[in-house]
């Protein structure tokens, strides 16, 4: 869905998602996310033991990892307001 609630005043937003549906299209960027095959993750099984699992295939194009991707686009920003603060 487009951005709502404080979002809405936002001059910039950010979207990610797998697919370009209508819901990402209010968003100023949209990053693509991986689908669950190209995630490395864990889950808790049925004794209650954690089960690891890695990626069945590789990310197609630029996907990554919603962590990956803000570290991406923040990353320059950060590095902005510390080259700031020095002046």
Known sequence: ?????????????????????????????????????????????HQGKRQNFQASIPPVGMSRPLKMALSAVLEPAKNKEVARAHI
Not at 10 to 16: E, F, L, N, T
Not at 26 to 39: A, D, Q, V
Request: aromatic content about 14%.
């Open 1 to 45: 869905r487009p951005p709502y609630g404080l979002a809405k005043l936002a001059k910039k937003s950010i979207g990610m998602g797998l697919f370009l549906k209508e819901e990402l299209l209010g968003y100023t960027f949209i990053l693509p996310g991986p689908s669950t095959y190209e995630k490395a993750g864990s889950f808790v099984n």
